[in-house]
């Protein structure tokens, strides 16, 4: 009797105009612990390894019509440990996602609120789906779909610190003032084609402490391709982007190569061989102009090696990456393992300051070993373990020791129960 009364309860709450809706409500828990020794960055002699556990926790509720899309993700991301046991209250409770689209026609929809943004590989704009916080925006989107087999998004987006009477300077806490995108995916036979422009805008403080001191938004573009071919069991994806423009007015000129070969052994095992270029800057070039790519949005750890030594947070403006790759996968019933070795250099010259001296391009070497097993639907458990040998010219970088263990072992438990699914037509009260 209790359900039946929960269940009446979602349908009245939820209940719009339709005639026939779906309303589901499904969680998250995900705590992972965590052993950094040598993470993001090389360890020195006698340094202790970090260990601790964080947890993600949501609630997802969806609801569905022929006129409406309607999502709310609500989300606490802790470390365990990080409030009293006897605390009266957490104010960690956020909104993850909170978005509604209006759809106009199966042609064309309206996406508007707080939402998760991701194309292709994730490679420009990513969900960032390991971050146990993840990665959204406050963002509108035109969704156009002339027919099945091409799709158009259109978005923006625009920030500001608080509510205000007048321009004020924002803090780009969101790591941009504003942006405008178009991204196109069409589906061609064998071949896929998608493109991207993005302008992004930075917004700073024009010749700050001179009269002529002035609020700025300085825009960059993002703009390249991504080509997939699929012929059964071998298949080749390739992407080029380039990036012009300004950021605190400092010049933009980058570019990005990616490639992978992809092949499937057999219904059990998979291979990709790849590789991945990003523009740099020498050490001893002095010039403002920005010459290193920037990925911007992208899920970042899923690439360049596990141990986040490139692009999570860190590696910008710095002196580029070539990254040449293997993924050896195997699938069997419900285990998963992946072994991946990454070669690392910079694409740019790294300079000893001190003597001027050239040192060698190749930064060090990476493997990354992964494992899974999927317990049932609602429960899987995922462990790595990676280790860097990192060279004389990555400790430039970087500092710390390339010589001695620099690795990262994690171990995660994801929990996700479907706990209500209904397919109702309009209650009328």
Not at 102 to 131: H, V
Not at 172 to 184: D, E, H, I, L, R
Request: net charge positive; hydrophobic share 35%.
């Amino acid at each position: 009797m209790k359900n039946k009364l929960i269940v009446l309860f979602m349908i009245a709450l939820f209940s719009v105009p339709s005639s026939a809706q779906e309303f589901n409500l499904s969680g998250e828990i995900r705590p992972r612990y965590e052993n950094r020794y040598g993470y993001s960055s090389l360890r020195s002699e006698g340094d202790k390894a970090g260990n601790f556990i964080s947890q993600r926790s949501r609630i997802n509720f969806d609801l569905k019509n022929e006129k409406l899309i309607f999502k709310l993700v609500i989300q606490n991301v802790r470390n365990w440990g990080d409030s009293n046991t006897l605390s009266p209250d957490d104010t960690a409770i956020a909104f993850q996602q909170a978005w509604g689209e209006a759809i106009f026609s199966k042609k064309l929809s309206l996406k508007l609120g707080r939402q998760e943004i991701s194309y292709d590989n994730e490679r420009i704009f990513a969900r960032a789906a390991w971050a146990q916080q993840g990665r959204s925006h406050d963002a509108l989107k035109f969704k156009i779909r002339p027919n099945q087999n091409h799709k158009i998004d259109l978005g923006i987006a625009y920030n500001t610190d608080k509510q205000t009477n007048s321009n004020e300077l924002y803090s780009n806490v969101a790591g941009y003032k504003t942006f405008q995108y178009a991204w196109y995916h069409g589906n061609f036979n064998k071949f896929k084609l998608s493109f991207l422009f993005l302008n992004n805008g930075i917004q700073y403080v024009n010749n700050e402490g001179l009269p002529s001191e002035d609020m700025k938004v300085d825009y960059s573009q993002t703009v390249g391709p991504r080509v997939t071919f699929n012929n059964n069991d071998f298949s080749i994806n390739a992407a080029f982007y380039l990036q012009k423009g300004m950021a605190f007015n400092n010049s933009i000129s980058a570019s990005y190569v990616g490639v992978n070969f992809n092949y499937m052994i057999s219904k059990n095992i998979d291979t990709t061989l790849g590789g991945e270029y990003f523009s740099g800057k020498d050490t001893n070039d002095t010039s403002s102009d920005i010459k290193s790519f920037k990925p911007l949005f992208g899920a970042n750890h899923k690439f360049n090696g596990l141990m986040d030594y490139f692009y999570v947070g860190n590696h910008e403006n710095n002196v580029g990456l070539m990254d040449v790759y293997l993924h050896l996968s195997f699938t069997k019933k419900n285990w998963y393992f992946k072994l991946s070795p990454h070669y690392f250099a910079s694409s740019a010259q790294i300079v000893n300051l001190e003597n001027n001296e050239n040192l060698d391009c190749y930064l060090g070497t990476e493997f990354d070993f992964t494992m899974a097993y999927k317990i049932n639907d609602s429960v899987k458990i995922d462990a790595g373990y990676s280790q860097i040998f990192g060279t004389k010219s990555l400790e430039a970088l970087k500092g710390g020791n390339g010589g001695i263990q620099n690795s990262w072992a994690w171990v995660m438990v994801t929990f996700k129960p479907n706990l209500l699914n209904h397919k109702f037509k309009e209650l009328v009260l």
